[in-house]
């Protein structure tokens, strides 16, 4: 089975409202599609990058899923302290690279696999079936346990909107219920309304205090490669072992040339870096001069810089 | 799989794009180093032994000791200057026999696989390798270094394996105390010898050599990760995704004054909950063996 490119929701301020929308709360994680085709599973992100051996919760189909040839969808995610899902915490899993060490970290970062939809079933894509359809078969294949749910659907978008603001979650998902299963990326039948917004972006330098990092200066590329800096972020979710570690991290990194397409506000003391980490940072809202408010720093990730572009 | 390198195999005229990942990696079991009192991992600093402080990065340069205590400064510049033109290819230079390799030049193992529009071209070399069985020496240059390597085909995939230069595989000639051939042999023993060789002759079935200590070791550490000896406690036990959906739930029930179980066209039975809940106890316990850990020691 070759993986496909899921299907993505675009971006929306508003809730559509009307009996052909449904709404799902938008959990923060990774997203995985499992692919079984009855000899064996495997488990591939939104890039097509396999996960088959960071995700044995998945992988043993047989105690959730009541047939062997179904393609599935869905978010994996991982609860933080504060008991919302937490990207940092779901990389920790999914970033691994020494499998060996999959099992030790499946006690300490449990994850649940929420499940979405359903592309293919019994040797059949059925993805030209509506979204009732598809859901409907979910729910008769899909048994919940612990470490798998089936995401629940709701009429009510703007009161589950409502809902998914108090309990600070990162927004919801609207889908139209008439609607097949586009592959390829974004399409204007699923719609994310977001309640905080994130972003990957590359770290083109850093600042220190005590020998030791305590900010990161991010940029995002155009169209014509230049990194635009868009601000500093100094808090979030990294320890100080984090910060502690980072410090050795960049040390190769290190460059006399400002990476930037021009100089940030925050250059004072700057210690500039070939722009190769990148990080998802969560932020409340752009600024007139294109910066972010309150970034707040998530996780590093594995995203080449050049992908890290404005939109 | 995670890329290392990008470039392209240069093959006649024609360039295949390709992407290129490790194949091979290393399972042992790594440990850090703690400090015994508090277990604090032990960090490397850079110390200057004359001026007898720690050193950042921009104060280090690089020295070749070409004797005892007498260096040559070589700066970055330097070495740009005599770097090799990073043409980002492998360039395949002739095509000869596998069995004209012998084993003790290679060193390590990539993963080639086309990138963009690579992959006619990528098949096509694929098939015209596998149908004449020949493999090719290509010359490559990865991050300032040029290497040797040889370009296979493993299974359905196209390899390289990067080789040593015949100067880096020492002679034969300098291992001590090997016997010559003259050396005289009992017919009967070496009978002996070849026919025991044949009753322990086998197909290589890599799935029967598995790594017996290391399956130990990380036993002992899941062991001791599952309450015993653990240093540091992990987390506070967990939030449960179930209690979180059934929050929610209830949440909305409040804000929409609809009934709790039923704002859903598709019923939804996901957030039932499981009459018990394994997950939140093993933390428990760990955390509490910690303690009890911590307090032995503290006696101690």
Redesign the interface.
């Known amino acids: 089975m070759q993986p496909i490119d899921p299907m993505e929701p675009i971006a929306s301020e508003v809730v559509p409202h009307g009996p052909e929308w449904i709404a799902q709360v938008k959990w923060d994680g990774v997203r995985v599609l499992t692919y079984a085709d009855g000899l064996s599973v495997r488990l591939f992100n939104r890039r097509q990058n396999e996960r088959t051996w960071h995700y044995p919760e998945i992988t043993q189909l047989g105690d959730y899923c009541k047939t062997n040839s179904v393609i599935l969808d869905g978010e994996v995610i991982a609860l933080g302290e504060d008991g919302k899902p937490s990207f940092h915490e779901v990389m920790r899993r999914d970033g691994l690279r020494r499998m060996e060490k999959v099992s030790q970290m499946q006690k300490i970062v449990p994850v649940t696999y929420m499940i979405f939809d359903l592309l293919y079933l019994n040797g059949e894509w059925v993805i030209q079936r509506s979204l009732q359809e598809r859901m409907e078969l979910l729910q008769r294949m899909i048994v919940p346990n612990e470490q798998i749910q089936l995401v629940s659907s709701h009429n009510d978008g703007s009161a589950l909107f409502t809902v998914v603001q108090q309990h600070q979650l990162e927004g919801i998902v609207l889908k139209n219920l008439t609607s097949r299963y586009v592959l390829g990326g974004k399409d204007a039948s699923w719609r994310k309304v977001k309640d905080y917004r994130d972003l990957i972006a590359v770290v083109g330098g850093v600042t220190l205090r005590d020998g030791i990092v305590n900010s990161l200066l991010l940029g995002l590329y155009d169209r014509e490669g230049r990194l635009h800096y868009i601000g500093h972020a100094g808090t979030g979710k990294l320890t100080q072992q984090d910060w502690r570690g980072l410090t050795q991290t960049i040390v190769p990194l290190r460059q006399q040339a400002m990476p930037f397409y021009r100089l940030p506000s925050r250059h004072k003391d700057a210690v500039w870096l070939s722009p190769q980490l990148t990080v998802k940072v969560q932020f409340a809202e752009w600024t007139a001069s294109g910066t972010l408010r309150q970034p707040s720093i998530q996780s590093f990730v594995d995203l080449p810089a050049a992908e890290c572009v404005l939109e | 799989?995670?890329?290392v390198w990008k470039g392209s195999i240069s093959f006649g005229l024609v360039n295949i794009p390709i992407r290129m990942f490790t194949a091979t990696?290393e399972?042992d079991?790594h440990f850090r180093q703690l400090h015994k009192e508090c277990h604090t991992p032990i960090?490397y600093a850079k110390m200057c032994p004359h001026c007898d402080r720690e050193v950042?990065?921009?104060e280090i340069v690089r020295g070749f000791e070409y004797e005892k205590g007498n260096f040559v400064i070589v700066q970055d510049e330097d070495l740009d200057k005599i770097t090799p033109e990073t043409r980002r290819a492998i360039e395949i230079l002739d095509f000869v026999d596998l069995t004209d390799i012998d084993p003790i030049y290679f060193q390590k193992s990539y993963y080639l696989s086309p990138q963009d529009t690579g992959d006619k071209a990528y098949a096509l070399l694929r098939q015209a390798m596998k149908n004449t069985g020949k493999i090719a020496i290509a010359k490559v240059t990865i991050r300032n270094r040029q290497s040797l390597a040889a370009v296979r085909i493993y299974d359905n995939c196209i390899v390289m394996e990067t080789i040593y230069y015949p100067d880096e595989v020492r002679a034969v000639s300098q291992v001590p105390a090997l016997p010559d051939h003259e050396i005289e042999l009992a017919e009967n023993e070496l009978k002996m010898a070849e026919e025991l060789i044949r009753n322990m002759s086998t197909s290589f079935d890599p799935a029967k050599y598995t790594d017996q200590y290391?399956t130990e070791l990380?036993h002992l550490?899941?062991q001791k990760?599952?309450g015993k000896e653990v240093a540091v406690a992990?987390?506070?036990p967990?939030?449960?995704?179930?209690?979180?959906?059934q929050?929610?739930?209830e949440?909305?029930a409040a804000?929409?004054n609809?009934p709790a179980g039923s704002?859903?066209?598709?019923?939804?039975?996901?957030?039932?909950r499981?009459e018990e809940?394994?997950?939140a106890e093993?933390?428990q316990a760990t955390t509490s063996t910690t303690r009890k850990l911590r307090r032995k020691k503290a006696e101690a």
């Open positions: 799989m995670h890329t990696e399972r079991i960090k950042s990065a921009d290391r990380q550490i899941e990760m599952e992990p987390t506070a967990r939030a449960n995704v179930i209690d979180l959906m929050a929610l739930k949440s909305l804000t929409s609809a704002p859903v066209r598709v019923s939804t039975q996901a957030a039932e499981p809940r394994p997950a093993p933390a």
